[in-house]
Structures are given as structure tokens and as C-alpha cells.
């Protein structure tokens, strides 16, 4: 069997040494390759071309969004960033980076570790990254002006999906794991300043990386309402609120409701647990859409939705990093339609406008 050909850039010596010593003891990996700075790694990607590449972000000479820019645009490849850090400037790169078309995101091993949990979980994001097809990835940005004519609906007499003909809600949820922030960043994008409707947002994204997410998302989007992290007990209003991490979102009684419950499939916070949630709720008023992601979470809260009326999308496998959670859902017939990304932020604007397509 052909082993992983892995890339390790880590400015910190002893993290490199630490990271390539755990690849190289897994029998189908080796470290082909180690970089201490941006400018170094973009040599060797492009040199050697390695299966997967794994980056911190704060190096010197180039930094690690640098880096990853110029990677996918010029050498696409898997990209896992394994970060140390919590300061809000530099947390904003991380995000800026998996917006730049990096697959994933892991913290680094800390001396509090379990023995062999970190090492465990590393071996497997890293085989995981391994196996998303990733794409030439320029990040050439909108001017203002096409950009205001987007976010402000102008792209909306497009013919819509059959199932979402006739169709209007009062509240959306989504939900993303692996290529997540991505589609989420372009989902809302597309919904106009004055959005009227809750959003409720589970992304699969761990501490110490997630709460400032819901920061940086804000700085993404025009939506005066904002996004924020959900509150425990607060109503139901609009804007956009995503689940913390670590706790299950749920609503209940037109108020949202933070959960400690258990995992599900390895999952906290759970898509499942929200969609069925609002499965029991008012859902014929429910519009939900379920995005790139490894593994099941969210199909069969999907599903659920589905049979209880509410409107049901998937994301489509051309334009989902991983086609996991969005297959099964289509597998499960729990999706309605199944739509490119660029088509799903319009189909949520003209469903929360209550809009008939002839």
C-alpha cells in the first residue's frame, strides 16, 4: 500500500520534530518533507508534491495564510493547519485560511494531553484531509459593486428549484463540518442587509477555534443583524446565531436552548440534534440545508424535517469539499433539492421572501 507523502511546516522546532516523529510511526505515512517558514513550504509543495501538507500559521518570511493562498492557487493540495492559537487577530487567519480553500483545522498537542489522544485524533484528521479532491482555488474577490448588487438579491430571478416553488419559511438552519466556514461564508454573503428571518448555524469546528468564529463570520457579511454565538434561553429573532462548541443548539418553544447531551456521531455540537429539534416544531415554516461535510450528521435530522414538511436542501457533490453528510441525506431521500452552493443562498432569500416563482 502506498504510504501518505506528508509536507510539515512548524516554525517551532521542537512541535516539527514532535509532529513528523508521530506521521512516521504510523506505517502509512511518511514525512517527506519538513518547512520552517511560507516561502519554504510553497518550494517544497511545488518540488515534491506531497499528499498533504500540515501548517501552522504564524511563521516567518510568509506567513501561513500567505502560504496557503498561494498553494491552492498554484499547487492545490490538501491542507490540515495545526494551530497553537487562541489570540483573535490570529484566529481570524485561521478562519481566513479554510476561507482560502485549507480542509481542516486541529489545535496542537498540549502537555495536558491524554496519553496518545492527541496523537490518535491527528492520524486520523490527517488521513481524513488526505482523501478531499481540492481544486485550483483563486481567490480573486468581487468588486463592491458586484458584490452590493449580490448580497442585495439582485441574482434572485433565477428559476427556482421545483421543490421551492410556492414555498416561504420563518426560520433557517444549516449545517457544515469539513469545508464548512467556506459554504458558510458564501451562504450568507448572498442574503441581503436586512435579512428578516432567524439563521441558526451548527459548523463542526472545535475549541479553541470556535467561538471567535462567529466573530470573524460577522466581519464577512453585510447583515445588520449580525452573527453571534446562540445564548441559552434567548428568543428567537433575527440574525444569525450559531451553536457553541461543545454544546448541542436546539429550539424549543420559539426560544433556543443550549444542550450538554451526549455526542452524537462523535459530533457536539450535533446537526442531528438541531434539525430534529425543529422537527417537532412548527416545521412546515422550516427551511434547512445540510453542506460539506465527512461522516452522516445531520441526513437523518434531515429527513426528519423533510417528513414533518419543512423545506429540505443538500449541497451537491461538485461543490462540496467532502461529499459525506450531503450523500447521505440524498441517499435517505431527506433532501428536497440538491443544489450547487452558488444556488442555495439565493433558494434561502427568495424561500424567507415568501416568493412564487411562476
Excluded at 518533507?33 to 506531497?50: M, S, V, Y
Excluded at 440545508?289 to 424535517?305: F, K, N, P
Aim: net charge neutral; hydrophobic share 45%; proline share 6%.
Amino acid at each position: 500500500m502506498k504510504k501518505l507523502r506528508i509536507l510539515v511546516v512548524e516554525d517551532s522546532l521542537t512541535v516539527r520534530k514532535r509532529l513528523v516523529e508521530v506521521l512516521n510511526a504510523d506505517p502509512h505515512m511518511e514525512v517527506i518533507a519538513e518547512a520552517a517558514d511560507g516561502k519554504q513550504a510553497i518550494a517544497l509543495c511545488q518540488d515534491l508534491r506531497p499528499d498533504v501538507i500540515t501548517l501552522d500559521m504564524m511563521l516567518p518570511v510568509m506567513s501561513g495564510l500567505a502560504a496557503t493562498e498561494y498553494i491552492m492557487a498554484h499547487c492545490p493540495t490538501p491542507i490540515l493547519v495545526v494551530s497553537s492559537s487562541t489570540n483573535r487577530g490570529e484566529l481570524f487567519k485561521t478562519y481566513e485560511a479554510l476561507a482560502a480553500g485549507a480542509v481542516d483545522v486541529m489545535e496542537k498537542p498540549q502537555a495536558d494531553d491524554a496519553a496518545g489522544d492527541w496523537e490518535q485524533r491527528f492520524i486520523s484528521t490527517v488521513r481524513l484531509v488526505s482523501r478531499v479532491r481540492v481544486i485550483t482555488h483563486l481567490r480573486a474577490r468581487m468588486s463592491n459593486t458586484a458584490a452590493a448588487a449580490f448580497r442585495a438579491g439582485e441574482n434572485q430571478d433565477l428559476p427556482a428549484p421545483a421543490a421551492l416553488r410556492a414555498r416561504s419559511c420563518e426560520l433557517i438552519a444549516i449545517g457544515a463540518s469539513t469545508g464548512g466556514p467556506k459554504a458558510v461564508v458564501q451562504i450568507l454573503q448572498a442574503l441581503p442587509v436586512d435579512f428578516p428571518i432567524p439563521v441558526l448555524i451548527v459548523v463542526h469546528i472545535g475549541e479553541p477555534f470556535g467561538f471567535a468564529f462567529a466573530d470573524w463570520l460577522d466581519g464577512q457579511v453585510s447583515l445588520r443583524s449580525g452573527v453571534k454565538i446562540a445564548v441559552n434561553g434567548q428568543p428567537l429573532t433575527r440574525g444569525v446565531f450559531m451553536a457553541p462548541p461543545t454544546r448541542h443548539m436546539v429550539v424549543r418553544n420559539n426560544k433556543i436552548i443550549l444542550d450538554d447531551g451526549p455526542e452524537r456521531h462523535s459530533c457536539k455540537p450535533s446537526v442531528d440534534v438541531l434539525f430534529e429539534s425543529l422537527a417537532t416544531e412548527d416545521a412546515g415554516t422550516v427551511a434547512a440545508a445540510l453542506l460539506t461535510g465527512m461522516g452522516s450528521d445531520g441526513a437523518r435530522g434531515l429527513l426528519a424535517l423533510r417528513r414533518s414538511g419543512a423545506t429540505t436542501i443538500a449541497q451537491d457533490e461538485a461543490s462540496s469539499v467532502v461529499y459525506g453528510m450531503p450523500r447521505e441525506a440524498a441517499l435517505l431521500g431527506a433532501a428536497q433539492d440538491v443544489l450547487p452552493l452558488s444556488d442555495i443562498g439565493p433558494a434561502l432569500v427568495r424561500l424567507a421572501q415568501g416568493r412564487k416563482t411562476p
